[in-house]
Every structure is written in structure tokens, then in C-alpha cells.
């Protein structure tokens, strides 16, 4: 089973900065592409940025110029430094792990953290 375990959350207020880490583990072979997506009560998850194996990058244009994702491949761990802080960004932040493989012969699944609060006060 692969598990993803989010840190780094908290609250902050409005300019400052919070990073968030995801660490994949347990049996992994490849994973395609790892990122983080938010989603505020009563709205649909959102997409806040992603990071491929091969370090392309896409990011939501709300956060465009404030937010950073980056990869370290050899310890399956996705981080999102984010600065610049606004109240719109508070939500719960998911980490999410795109087309895993446990074996080369594997069928490519997905997986999310449990996710991680961010608050921005004004």
C-alpha cells in the first residue's frame, strides 16, 4: 500500500509564507507526476500546482509568481513553498500522487494525502 503523509500546514498571516511537504511511502516503483490540489467546504478540489518525474511543472494561475512546487525523486516527496499569502488561499491542501506503480508490471493507480489546513488571516 502507498501512503502520502502532508506536513506543514498552520496558520499565517496575510504576506507571510507556510512550505508544504508530502512524503509518498511503501512499496513504490515509479510515480508519474505528484502536486497539490486545495478545496474550500462546499466547493470542487482545485488544482494548485503539479510537478512531473522530469521536473515540468503546472500552476493554477491564481498562484502564479507566489507559489513554488518542487521534487525530490529519490525520496518520492513533493514540496509547495508558498509566499505571498492571501486570505483567498485558505483551504485544506491535498497532496496528490499521479499514476503509481508498486512493480513495472503494475496497474497505475492514484493516490491523496489526508490533507493539511492552511489559514491566512488578514
Known amino acids: 500500500q502507498v501512503q502520502l503523509v502532508e506536513s506543514g500546514g498552520g496558520l499565517v498571516q496575510a504576506g507571510g509564507s507556510l512550505r508544504l511537504s508530502c512524503a509518498a511511502s511503501g512499496s513504490i516503483f515509479s510515480i508519474e507526476a505528484m502536486g497539490w490540489y486545495r478545496q474550500a467546504p462546499g466547493k470542487q478540489r482545485e488544482l494548485v500546482a503539479t510537478v512531473t518525474t522530469s521536473g515540468s511543472t503546472n500552476n493554477a494561475d491564481s498562484v502564479k509568481g507566489r507559489f513554488t512546487i518542487s521534487r525530490d525523486n529519490a525520496k518520492n516527496t513533493v514540496y509547495l513553498q508558498m509566499n505571498s499569502l492571501k486570505p483567498e488561499d485558505t483551504n485544506v491542501y491535498y497532496c496528490?500522487?499521479?499514476?503509481?506503480?508498486?512493480?513495472?508490471?503494475?496497474?497505475?493507480?492514484?493516490?491523496w494525502g489526508q490533507g493539511t489546513q492552511v489559514t491566512v488571516s488578514s
Open positions: 496528490n500522487a499521479e499514476h503509481v506503480k508498486r512493480h513495472l508490471f503494475d496497474v497505475a493507480r492514484d493516490y
